[in-house]
């Protein structure tokens, strides 16, 4: 039977962010708002008797006209700057090129172009979905060549490989989820990360729970092994001025979303029984995880981040 962990999964501490960082979510857009126009209005001022009485009246209108107009700009300042304001300050914030587009149809936003791939030479309906008589043959058929792999357990690291990922994305640390991701997926977190720096910005992912996980497809060729789990996750999502911390894109307001998150190892590795990559270990010589830029161990120098040795994240996926 599929294993799926029903029970709500919390990030230790209770729902928080993550040191003030925060997404999945990717690179954001500014909600545009429009202005209205100028024009005259008459305030019954003078004129002949009842001068007093007009002024009265003038100054009510006057003082419920200021009301609104602070009430007006309020409600602006929370919902974020219009579009061309937010391209304007990444203009002069240093960054190089346009700001990160905010992509409302997928989870947390993050465009296709930064959400990895599959490793060279994968079958191309490896990661899909599948019914839960064909999850569990095909998890049988990992078993056959890899008797230690155990489904539950698979599932426990992935989910502390999730949270890995969005505490790296919130703190603009992409060294640390170089210990998940394989090169390419990796390779374009860092960017991501980096345009968000340029812009001045960070996104947040206050109380980020996972509510389930569960794997809703597997597979192994000649080539690798294959295992696709769901994170249905709940989460505030929005991003901030890094200088002065004033949302500038989203809300505090904490929304579910889902994503399915591929895992991809070569069909030649075996679990380890002290663990690997997800449990903090090289999976080559069993040392401490300790991995430089380009995924090679610093005991073993081997290039453990390839998917060679052990299971890697290489691919992030929009669920329904």
Known sequence: MVTGLSALLARAGGGQNFGGGGGGGGGRGFSGGGGGGGGFFFLPIGGGGGGGAGILVALIILVALIAVGVMLMRAWMRTGRPAAAGASAAATSGGSGAPVEYDDTRPIG?????????LDGSDAGAAGAMGETSVQAALD?????????????????????????????????????????????????RVQIEQYRDQGRRNLLDSLSVGDATIIGAHTDQSYDTVTVRFLAASADYDVDSGNGRVVRG????????????????SEATTKADGGTMSDHCPNCGAPLDVDLAGVCS???APIMSGKYDWVLTRIEQAG
């Open 299 to 301: 005991y073993c120098k």
């Open 110 to 118: 993050v465009p296709e172009r930064f959400r990895g791939q599959t």
């Open 251 to 266: 809300d505090r307001t904490v929304r579910q979303w889902t994503e399915d998150w591929i895992f991809q190892r070569s």
């Open 141 to 189: 058929q990992i078993r056959a060549h890899d008797p230690a792999f155990d489904d539950a357990a698979f599932l426990s690291q992935t989910q502390k490989a999730f949270f890995v990922v969005e505490q790296a994305w919130s703190e603009l640390k992409p060294d640390m989820s170089r210990r998940v991701m394989a090169d390419a997926l990796w390779q374009q977190h």
